[in-house]
């Protein structure tokens, strides 16, 4: 709205003619883009003068990204449209609620709101961001085990639909793509498992020690016994 007085007759138009032949005092324009506004006033003695307005427009666009999804425990960075001021809700989990670019860290599901103002007149625009949080797979190694030499021991856990499993060893000698498996370590290794959910890429790792002992006997020394008798011979443990 812009209004012109002092006159009993006005005349408007714009430095491109696009409005021109309005001779009231009020006008109503709606322009796309700034627009200067000029106005000729005739008062009762006809005498005229001119005047002009400069009409500045706000351009907030809308938000390019409306939806992300992070894996339990990650952040994620949302933006806002351009503008010079921005308030964003709810403050739990967020970097910064007053730019445009905040990093969110949230433990569970959440529609963030942004409030965009301008440096012009006021203008406001709000949006949100939906950020989903997909959990990541619940993965157990199994507990450590120790075993005699020669013997085996069962890794893992029960299986989860829709998730990969990647195991290695700690001595780079053991690849495996099953839930659970029967090792037989002939020394001390650690066995790392990813698990991993192939629909929303989120993972999960866990490890288990298998601790491999060994026993050894040694006899020295010569023994003198008699027909049918026996001998004790208690050796130390290693």
């Known amino acids: 709205h812009i209004h012109a007085s002092g006159g009993v007759k006005y005349f408007w138009e714009t430095v491109r003619g696009l409005f021109g032949g309005y001779d009231g005092a009020d006008v109503y324009p709606e322009p796309a883009q700034n627009q200067l506004y000029q106005v000729t006033i005739t008062d009762s003695n006809g005498c005229s003068y001119n005047d002009s307005v400069l009409v500045l427009v706000s351009h907030i666009q809308q938000l390019g990204e409306n939806y992300t999804s992070i894996c339990a425990g990650d952040s994620v960075q949302i933006s806002g449209s351009a503008g010079a001021q921005y308030v964003w809700s709810p403050a739990n989990d967020i970097s910064n609620t007053s730019v445009q670019s905040p990093f969110v860290n949230p433990v569970a599901s959440t529609v963030y709101h942004v409030q965009v103002s301008d440096s012009i007149g006021g203008c406001q625009k709000t949006d949100s961001v939906s950020v989903t949080v997909n959990a990541k797979p619940n993965i157990s190694a199994g507990t450590n085990q120790a075993i005699c030499a020669g013997q085996s021991a069962q890794i893992g856990s029960p299986p989860q639909s829709g998730i990969n499993y990647t195991w290695t060893s700690s001595d ?59 001998i004790s011979y208690q050796t130390a443990a290693y």
């Open 172 to 230: 780079h000698t053991f690849i495996s793509s099953l839930v659970q498996n029967k090792v037989s370590p002939t020394h001390n290794t650690s066995y790392y498992v990813t698990a991993q959910n192939n629909i929303t890429g989120c993972s999960a790792s866990d490890s288990v020690t298998i601790t491999v002992s060994s026993v050894s006997a040694a006899f020295s020394g010569n023994f003198n016994v008699c027909q049918g008798d026996t």
